[in-house]
């Protein structure tokens, strides 16, 4: 695979599980690390990401440091945004789900999972950034979204389940995921 190409074949083998992306069930809400409603605001590219302004409207899921609702960033590669993998636009709600055991490890900016919050690592950096060597990676604080996160328009029929997943998972039916 030619990484330096953008087109439309490359990007299919690329983003490789597009049919039945769009459904959440309990197996995909246990896998990721963070389940949030966004709503998207601004973009600007920053190197070989695009910054996403956005607005958190709800939080399903927050594993490691809690999100709040309210402004925070999105990061993309801009290889993924190339290919629509995930697919994303201005002024719309997405739900976006992300980080967990499929991402790979040197997806994102913060080595896979999200890095949420401040940016700034307390007292142990066991968790340092293991890939990429990407020069100020450890600024990019919010939330990273790659071709393995779940990133899908919004529907109000959502609220319910993600609702339902959010009180199985208090109740240990994640199990360790």
């Known amino acids: ?5 953008e087109e439309p074949a490359d990007c299919e083998s690329y983003c490789k599980p597009v049919k039945g992306n769009l459904k959440i069930n309990m197996k995909k809400y ?3 690390d963070f389940a949030v409603q966004v709503n998207v605001l601004d973009m600007e590219t ?15 899921k927050s594993r490691g440091e809690p999100l709040k609702r309210g402004d925070n960033v999105l990061w993309i590669h801009m290889k993924d945004l190339a290919c629509k993998c995930p697919k994303i636009q201005m002024s719309k709600r997405f739900l976006v789900m992300g980080g967990g055991s499929e991402a790979g490890g040197a997806a994102g900016p913060g080595g896979g999972a ?3 919050g401040g940016g700034a690592s307390s007292s142990s950096s066991s968790s340092s950034s293991t890939g990429g060597g990407a020069a100020g990676a450890e600024q990019r604080a919010g939330l990273v979204a790659d071709k393995n996160s779940l990133v899908i328009q919004w529907r109000d029929v959502w ?3 993600l609702r339902k997943f959010q009180r199985k998972e208090k109740k240990g039916k994640c199990g360790k995921a």
Do not use: E, L, Q
């Open 1 to 5: 695979m030619v990484s330096s190409t």
């Open 46 to 60: 920053v190197g070989d990401w695009a910054k996403f302004s956005v607005m958190v409207v709800s939080v399903y």
């Open 30 to 32: 246990c896998k990721k």
């Open 114 to 116: 999200p890095a949420v």
């Open 159 to 161: 609220t319910r389940r």
